[in-house]
């Protein structure tokens, strides 16, 4: 099997294998392969054997694993046992199975808006996304590799028509005036958040990678914020 931007299931960052994926994994132009460690085969042999059946606990095969840089001849890097469901993985193909599910692990946003009963006009109201600035998934499985992402937000708030802010912290209540919109005329409005994250993801340890494609995002509201006039109260003195 020949790839590139290669990763193998299971490997310690500390081993030779280890050490050779981490230090090639930006090289886009180097290719890996996999072949049973038999004594007859090269870097272009799949032939089997009984010494590399029986090498791994069943009903893993112990494989010899080749690096080629471009225009040099191929260099064996370690060994390595895979079970049958296991196999390298190219660090894209990680990467689109990481953006498909982490999709789904990061937090939702849960906008509110201070004071609870609504704004006034001319005043400040403040606002709240429900959602941390940085998030770190728990580890999870993909192809056999342990996967953890990191995630930082950016918010853009559409407070009325026509006004859209963004900020890169995720405003709270008073006196947390770091995400407040101050609105001229009364009225309800509906307010719309949309949240993007800007994701990484490690593989086994390694990395850290950009998930692929654009920023994941994620879409909150219209929440209606009613805005009354504020009136004034004569107080006997």
Known sequence: MVTTGVQ??????ASALGRATAANASCGDCQWTISPACIANGPSDDAMCQGAATACTAPAV??????????????????????????PASVADVGQLVRERVV???PDAAPTFQPADGGLVNLPTLFAAGEPRTFTTRSFDVL???????????????????VTQGFDVPGGDYPDTDVSYTYADPGTRGVVLTTSWDARFTI???????VPGPQITKTAGPVPVPVREAHSVLVGG
Not at 8 to 13: L, M, T
Not at 63 to 86: A, F, K, M, N
Not at 144 to 162: M, Y
Not at 204 to 210: E, I, L, R, S, Y
């Open 8 to 13: 193998f299931p299971g490997v310690s960052s």
């Open 62 to 87: 112990r494989y010899r694993v080749y690096l080629r840089h471009p225009g040099e001849p191929w260099q064996l890097v370690d060994t390595i046992c895979l079970g049958p469901d296991q196999k």
């Open 104 to 106: 789904n692990l990061l």
């Open 144 to 162: 056999g590799f342990a996967v953890v992402v990191t995630a930082t937000a950016h918010w853009d708030w559409i407070f009325e028509p026509g």
């Open 204 to 210: 086994d340890g390694d990395g850290p990678f950009q």
